[in-house]
């Protein structure tokens, strides 16, 4: 059983940055893959961005890609997401997950954290 909390949420400008947080319980955090996903009222979970179980091998959607970066310090159980050049369209609860391998399906997740919201003001 793995716990995952993110944190780091808020309201921003357009054009600001945030950077989420998601902490993870467990022994062999650092033997997972690693997503962060969103999802937007009204719409469906969407994957943002994933990262291996070394931080070797990161893959963006490409809505977000250039302006997010994905990260991780296993040392410390922490997945990160740098959002820079935030969109109006951003806006979301963000989530991280654990998975079997990087991959953009939400159904080779298989850990969810409660969501942190991120909301993006013109």
């Known amino acids: 059983q793995v716990q995952l909390v993110e944190s780091g949420g808020g309201l921003v400008q357009a054009g600001g940055s945030l950077r989420l947080s998601c902490a993870g319980s467990?022994?062999?955090?650092?033997?997972?893959?690693m997503g962060w996903f969103r999802q937007a009222p009204g719409k469906e979970r969407e994957f943002v961005a994933t990262?291996?179980?070394?931080?070797?091998?990161?893959y963006y959607a490409e809505s977000v890609k250039g302006r997010f970066t994905i990260s991780r310090d296993n040392a410390k159980s922490t997945v990160y997401l740098q959002m820079h050049a935030l969109k109006l369209e951003d806006t979301a609860v963000y989530y991280c997950?654990?998975?079997?391998?990087?991959?953009?399906?939400?159904?080779?997740?298989?850990?969810w954290g409660q969501g942190t919201q991120v909301t993006v003001s013109s």
């Open positions: 997950a654990v998975g079997t391998f990087p991959t953009t399906a939400s159904s080779e997740y298989y850990y």
């Open positions: 467990g022994r062999n955090f650092s033997s997972y893959t």
């Open positions: 990262i291996s179980w070394s931080g070797f091998s990161t």
